[in-house]
């Protein structure tokens, strides 16, 4: 069975980084092109970044693009998002979510992580 365990979220002041991790176990972490998605208090989960199988096509996000990096180490089945200048707006849980091909929808991801809190004060 295929899992995504997310890690390094925390709280962190505005205008500071933090990175969140995500590694898959039990699968082919290299066949799977990988997203991150956020959700504040509400219903919806909004996109932020998605890289495919090798990497070499990445979107992000309008909100995220220029402070947010999406990256992967194929080697250690992780895919990463380095997050800098953080705003109180991207407090959210973050979840890394694995699919065929990169989308921005999360419709187009089957399996999913349980998600990360990051908390940014202002």
């Known amino acids: 069975q295929v899992q995504l365990v997310e890690s390094g979220g925390g709280l962190v002041q505005a205008g500071g980084s933090l990175r969140v991790s995500c590694v898959m176990s039990?699968?082919?972490?290299?066949?799977?092109?990988m997203g991150w998605f956020r959700q504040a208090p509400g219903p919806e989960r909004e996109f932020v970044a998605t890289?495919?199988?090798?990497?070499?096509?990445?979107r992000y996000g309008d909100s995220v693009k220029g402070r947010f990096t999406i990256s992967r180490d194929n080697s250690k089945n992780t895919v990463y998002l380095q997050m800098d200048n953080l705003k109180p707006e991207d407090t959210a849980v973050y979840y890394c979510?694995?699919?065929?091909?990169?989308?921005?929808?999360?419709?187009?991801?089957?399996?999913w992580g349980q998600g990360t809190q990051v908390t940014v004060s202002s």
């Open positions: 979510a694995a699919g065929g091909g990169p989308s921005l929808s999360p419709d187009a991801y089957t399996i």
């Open positions: 890289i495919s199988r090798g990497g070499p096509y990445i």
């Open positions: 039990g699968g082919t972490f290299r066949d799977y092109a």
